[in-house]
T-cell receptor, first 112, second 114 residues
Framework: AQSVTQLDSQVPVFEEAPVELRCNYSSSVSVYLFWYVQYPNQGLQLLLKYLSGSTLVKGINGFEAEFNKSQTSFHLRKPSVHISDTAEYFCAVSSGNTPLVFGKGTRLSVIA | DGGITQSPKYLFRKEGQNVTLSCEQNLNHDAMYWYRQDPGQGLRLIYYSQIVNDFQKGDIAEGYSVSREKKESFPLTVTSAQKNPTAFYLC?????????????FGEGSRLTVL
Protein backbone atom coordinates (compact mmCIF):
# COMPACT_ATOMS: atom_id res chain seq x y z
CA ALA A 1 0.00 0.00 0.00
CA GLN A 2 1.10 3.54 -0.67
CA SER A 3 1.08 6.39 1.81
CA VAL A 4 2.07 10.04 1.90
CA THR A 5 3.30 12.05 4.87
CA GLN A 6 3.31 15.82 4.79
CA LEU A 7 5.51 16.73 7.69
CA ASP A 8 4.11 20.18 8.41
CA SER A 9 0.42 20.90 8.83
CA GLN A 10 0.96 24.69 8.81
CA VAL A 11 3.80 26.82 7.45
CA PRO A 12 3.82 30.60 8.04
CA VAL A 13 6.30 32.58 5.95
CA PHE A 14 6.92 36.24 5.22
CA GLU A 15 6.27 37.61 1.76
CA GLU A 16 9.27 37.35 -0.61
CA ALA A 17 10.93 34.72 1.62
CA PRO A 18 11.68 31.21 0.31
CA VAL A 19 9.55 28.26 1.34
CA GLU A 20 9.82 24.47 1.34
CA LEU A 21 6.86 22.17 1.92
CA ARG A 22 7.95 18.67 2.79
CA CYS A 23 6.51 15.42 1.47
CA ASN A 24 7.63 11.84 2.04
CA TYR A 25 6.01 8.79 0.52
CA SER A 26 6.15 5.04 0.91
CA SER A 27 5.57 2.58 -1.89
CA SER A 28 6.88 -0.81 -2.93
CA VAL A 29 6.62 -0.01 -6.63
CA SER A 30 7.58 2.80 -8.97
CA VAL A 31 5.50 5.88 -8.38
CA TYR A 32 4.17 9.00 -9.95
CA LEU A 33 4.17 12.05 -7.67
CA PHE A 34 2.03 15.16 -7.66
CA TRP A 35 1.55 18.46 -5.88
CA TYR A 36 -1.86 20.11 -5.92
CA VAL A 37 -2.97 23.50 -4.57
CA GLN A 38 -6.38 24.33 -3.12
CA TYR A 39 -7.74 27.81 -2.53
CA PRO A 40 -10.62 28.22 -0.03
CA ASN A 41 -13.84 26.47 -1.03
CA GLN A 42 -12.45 25.40 -4.37
CA GLY A 43 -11.30 22.19 -5.99
CA LEU A 44 -7.69 21.13 -6.38
CA GLN A 45 -5.45 22.45 -9.13
CA LEU A 46 -2.33 20.64 -10.33
CA LEU A 47 0.91 22.49 -9.54
CA LEU A 48 3.37 19.96 -10.92
CA LYS A 49 4.00 16.27 -11.41
CA TYR A 50 6.87 13.81 -11.61
CA LEU A 51 6.32 10.91 -13.99
CA SER A 52 9.87 10.04 -15.10
CA GLY A 53 13.09 11.64 -16.31
CA SER A 54 14.63 14.69 -14.67
CA THR A 55 14.22 14.64 -10.92
CA LEU A 56 13.76 18.43 -10.78
CA VAL A 57 10.27 19.32 -11.87
CA LYS A 58 9.07 22.84 -12.56
CA GLY A 59 5.43 23.77 -12.21
CA ILE A 60 3.10 26.72 -12.36
CA ASN A 61 3.37 29.92 -10.31
CA GLY A 62 7.15 29.56 -9.87
CA PHE A 63 7.02 26.34 -7.84
CA GLU A 64 9.40 23.43 -8.29
CA ALA A 65 9.91 20.05 -6.63
CA GLU A 66 12.70 17.51 -6.52
CA PHE A 67 12.15 13.76 -6.58
CA ASN A 68 14.62 11.97 -4.33
CA LYS A 69 14.23 8.22 -4.62
CA SER A 70 16.73 7.33 -1.91
CA GLN A 71 15.03 9.64 0.58
CA THR A 72 11.53 8.79 -0.76
CA SER A 73 10.81 12.51 -0.79
CA PHE A 74 9.22 15.03 -3.13
CA HIS A 75 9.59 18.41 -1.43
CA LEU A 76 8.00 21.52 -2.95
CA ARG A 77 9.94 24.80 -3.08
CA LYS A 78 9.52 28.39 -4.14
CA PRO A 79 12.36 30.93 -3.89
CA SER A 80 10.12 33.93 -3.17
CA VAL A 81 6.47 33.66 -2.09
CA HIS A 82 3.63 36.11 -2.66
CA ILE A 83 0.49 36.80 -0.68
CA SER A 84 -1.45 35.04 -3.43
CA ASP A 85 0.36 31.77 -2.63
CA THR A 86 -1.62 31.49 0.61
CA ALA A 87 -3.49 28.20 0.18
CA GLU A 88 -3.45 24.54 1.15
CA TYR A 89 -1.02 22.26 -0.65
CA PHE A 90 -1.41 18.52 -1.09
CA CYS A 91 1.19 15.95 -2.06
CA ALA A 92 -0.11 12.78 -3.73
CA VAL A 93 1.27 9.47 -4.99
CA SER A 94 0.09 6.92 -7.53
CA SER A 95 1.50 3.75 -9.05
CA GLY A 96 -0.51 4.39 -12.21
CA ASN A 97 -3.14 1.70 -11.85
CA THR A 98 -4.45 2.80 -8.47
CA PRO A 99 -6.25 5.97 -7.39
CA LEU A 100 -4.17 8.84 -6.06
CA VAL A 101 -3.35 8.71 -2.36
CA PHE A 102 -3.13 12.14 -0.75
CA GLY A 103 -1.28 13.53 2.23
CA LYS A 104 -3.16 15.48 4.88
CA GLY A 105 -2.13 18.82 3.43
CA THR A 106 0.03 21.77 4.43
CA ARG A 107 -1.55 25.15 4.96
CA LEU A 108 0.81 27.87 3.70
CA SER A 109 0.18 31.31 5.14
CA VAL A 110 2.11 34.18 3.59
CA ILE A 111 2.49 37.18 5.89
CA ALA A 112 2.83 40.70 4.51
CA ASP B 1 -14.99 24.78 -21.97
CA GLY B 2 -14.11 21.26 -20.91
CA GLY B 3 -14.27 20.48 -17.24
CA ILE B 4 -15.99 18.89 -14.30
CA THR B 5 -19.19 20.34 -12.91
CA GLN B 6 -20.36 19.57 -9.40
CA SER B 7 -23.73 20.63 -8.06
CA PRO B 8 -24.95 21.96 -5.81
CA LYS B 9 -22.02 23.93 -4.41
CA TYR B 10 -23.67 24.23 -0.99
CA LEU B 11 -26.30 21.91 0.44
CA PHE B 12 -28.06 21.77 3.78
CA ARG B 13 -30.02 18.73 4.90
CA LYS B 14 -31.66 17.42 8.03
CA GLU B 15 -30.27 14.38 9.78
CA GLY B 16 -31.69 11.12 8.43
CA GLN B 17 -32.26 12.37 4.88
CA ASN B 18 -30.50 10.93 1.86
CA VAL B 19 -28.86 13.44 -0.45
CA THR B 20 -27.40 13.08 -3.96
CA LEU B 21 -24.46 15.12 -5.21
CA SER B 22 -24.09 15.52 -8.95
CA CYS B 23 -20.85 15.24 -10.92
CA GLU B 24 -20.70 15.69 -14.70
CA GLN B 25 -17.60 15.80 -16.93
CA ASN B 26 -17.18 16.66 -20.62
CA LEU B 27 -13.49 15.73 -20.80
CA ASN B 28 -14.23 12.28 -22.27
CA HIS B 29 -12.38 10.72 -19.34
CA ASP B 30 -12.89 7.05 -18.56
CA ALA B 31 -12.32 7.14 -14.81
CA MET B 32 -14.16 9.14 -12.17
CA TYR B 33 -13.68 9.47 -8.41
CA TRP B 34 -15.30 10.82 -5.26
CA TYR B 35 -13.19 12.10 -2.37
CA ARG B 36 -14.25 13.46 0.98
CA GLN B 37 -12.29 16.28 2.60
CA ASP B 38 -12.36 17.13 6.31
CA PRO B 39 -10.14 19.73 8.00
CA GLY B 40 -6.72 18.28 8.75
CA GLN B 41 -7.61 14.92 7.17
CA GLY B 42 -6.62 15.48 3.58
CA LEU B 43 -8.65 13.74 0.87
CA ARG B 44 -10.05 10.30 1.46
CA LEU B 45 -11.37 8.12 -1.36
CA ILE B 46 -15.04 7.13 -1.18
CA TYR B 47 -15.71 5.38 -4.52
CA TYR B 48 -14.20 5.27 -7.97
CA SER B 49 -15.23 4.02 -11.38
CA GLN B 50 -12.85 3.06 -14.16
CA ILE B 51 -15.52 2.25 -16.73
CA VAL B 52 -19.25 2.64 -17.27
CA ASN B 53 -21.44 0.30 -15.21
CA ASP B 54 -18.58 -0.61 -12.88
CA PHE B 55 -17.28 0.96 -9.66
CA GLN B 56 -15.14 0.06 -6.65
CA LYS B 57 -15.22 1.00 -3.00
CA GLY B 58 -12.54 3.28 -1.69
CA ASP B 59 -11.28 3.62 1.85
CA ILE B 60 -14.45 5.12 3.38
CA ALA B 61 -17.38 3.76 1.32
CA GLU B 62 -19.69 2.95 4.23
CA GLY B 63 -22.84 5.07 4.16
CA TYR B 64 -22.37 6.12 0.52
CA SER B 65 -23.58 4.79 -2.83
CA VAL B 66 -22.78 5.62 -6.46
CA SER B 67 -23.84 4.74 -9.99
CA ARG B 68 -22.11 5.03 -13.35
CA GLU B 69 -24.75 4.63 -16.03
CA LYS B 70 -23.12 7.13 -18.39
CA LYS B 71 -19.48 7.96 -19.05
CA GLU B 72 -20.10 11.63 -18.28
CA SER B 73 -21.89 11.22 -14.95
CA PHE B 74 -20.97 9.81 -11.53
CA PRO B 75 -23.50 10.86 -8.86
CA LEU B 76 -22.83 10.23 -5.18
CA THR B 77 -25.63 9.53 -2.68
CA VAL B 78 -24.94 10.22 0.98
CA THR B 79 -27.32 7.94 2.84
CA SER B 80 -28.75 8.21 6.33
CA ALA B 81 -26.36 5.41 7.33
CA GLN B 82 -23.38 7.78 7.03
CA LYS B 83 -22.69 8.73 10.65
CA ASN B 84 -20.93 12.04 10.03
CA PRO B 85 -21.87 13.34 6.58
CA THR B 86 -20.98 17.02 7.03
CA ALA B 87 -17.92 17.53 4.80
CA PHE B 88 -16.56 18.95 1.55
CA TYR B 89 -17.00 16.47 -1.32
CA LEU B 90 -14.75 16.53 -4.37
CA CYS B 91 -15.35 14.77 -7.68
CA UNK B 92 -12.46 14.09 -10.04
CA UNK B 93 -11.73 12.35 -13.31
CA UNK B 94 -8.72 10.94 -15.14
CA UNK B 95 -8.21 10.03 -18.79
CA UNK B 96 -7.82 6.29 -18.28
CA UNK B 97 -7.37 3.80 -15.49
CA UNK B 98 -3.89 2.95 -16.70
CA UNK B 99 -2.63 6.52 -16.97
CA UNK B 100 -0.32 8.23 -14.48
CA UNK B 101 -3.20 8.77 -12.11
CA UNK B 102 -3.30 12.55 -12.57
CA UNK B 103 -6.70 13.82 -11.50
CA UNK B 104 -8.78 16.74 -12.71
CA PHE B 105 -11.07 18.14 -10.04
CA GLY B 106 -14.44 19.82 -9.84
CA GLU B 107 -15.07 22.81 -7.58
CA GLY B 108 -16.56 20.70 -4.80
CA SER B 109 -19.85 20.46 -2.92
CA ARG B 110 -20.12 21.41 0.73
CA LEU B 111 -22.72 19.37 2.58
CA THR B 112 -23.94 20.45 6.01
CA VAL B 113 -26.25 18.19 7.94
CA LEU B 114 -28.25 19.97 10.62
Amino acid sequence: AQSVTQLDSQVPVFEEAPVELRCNYSSSVSVYLFWYVQYPNQGLQLLLKYLSGSTLVKGINGFEAEFNKSQTSFHLRKPSVHISDTAEYFCAVSSGNTPLVFGKGTRLSVIA
Amino acid sequence: DGGITQSPKYLFRKEGQNVTLSCEQNLNHDAMYWYRQDPGQGLRLIYYSQIVNDFQKGDIAEGYSVSREKKESFPLTVTSAQKNPTAFYLCASSPAASSSGELFFGEGSRLTVL
